[in-house]
Structure formats: structure tokens, C-alpha cells
Nanobody, 121 residues
Framework: QVQLVESGGGLVQAGGSLRLSCAAS????????MGWYRQAPGKRRELVGT???????NYADSVKGRFTISRDTAKNTVYLQMNSLKPEDTAVYYCNVNLKRLWYEGYFDYWGQGTQVTVSS
């Protein structure tokens, strides 16, 4: 079994900051990339950013310069630091982890339960 537990969402005013965390536990033999996605009401889920096992990051244009992804390999945790938040950042944020549970399995994507981020104007 694999569990992804997210935390850190909430309500913040425009211009404020929030930090999301996502910890992977259970059968996590090897973790590849980790990342964050978001889904606003009535819209499709979209990529926010990713970080590889080597620490290379990739961001959506809409969050570049405002959001930062990092990971703690020892804790199997990925973070999303969100600064200068805008009302259009309001969405449910999901973490995504690409991992293999056991040495003989392949890599598969796993998703967190989602955490609500609401930015008021």
C-alpha cells in the first residue's frame, strides 16, 4: 500500500503565501519524480510543477517566479511554496508521485487526496 498525505491548504488573501506538503509512506521502494497539480471548479486538472529525483524542477508558466517545489528525499516528502498568490490560484491542489512499491515492479503514478487553496481578492 502507498499513502500520500497532503497538508497546508487554506484561505489566504491575495499577495499572501502558503506552503503545501505531501508525504509518501507505505511501500515506497523507489521514488522517481514528484509534483503538484491543481484543479479549479469547472476546469481540467493542470500541472503546477514537478521535481525529478535529481532535483530538476519544471513549472507551469502561470506560476513561474512565484511557486517553488522542493523535496526531502529522506522523508519522502515534496513541498510547494506558493508566494504572491492570486485569486486565479484558487483550486484543489493534488500531489503526484511516480514510484515503484517493490523492487520488481514498474513505476506508477499515485495521487494525494487533494487540499483546497482559496485566495481571496
Amino acid at each position: 500500500q502507498v499513502q500520500l498525505v497532503e497538508s497546508g491548504g487554506g484561505l489566504v488573501q491575495a499577495g499572501g503565501s502558503l506552503r503545501l506538503s505531501c508525504a509518501a509512506s507505505g511501500r515506497t521502494f523507489s521514488i522517481n519524480a514528484m509534483g503538484w497539480y491543481r484543479q479549479a471548479p469547472g476546469k481540467r486538472r493542470e500541472l503546477v510543477g514537478t521535481i525529478t529525483s535529481g532535483g530538476t524542477t519544471n513549472y507551469a508558466d502561470s506560476v513561474k517566479g512565484r511557486f517553488t517545489i522542493s523535496r526531502d528525499t529522506a522523508k519522502n516528502t515534496v513541498y510547494l511554496q506558493m508566494n504572491s498568490l492570486k485569486p486565479e490560484d484558487t483550486a484543489v491542489y493534488y500531489c503526484n508521485v511516480n514510484l515503484k512499491r517493490l523492487w520488481y515492479e514498474g513505476y506508477f503514478d499515485y495521487w494525494g487526496q487533494g487540499t483546497q487553496v482559496t485566495v481571496s481578492s
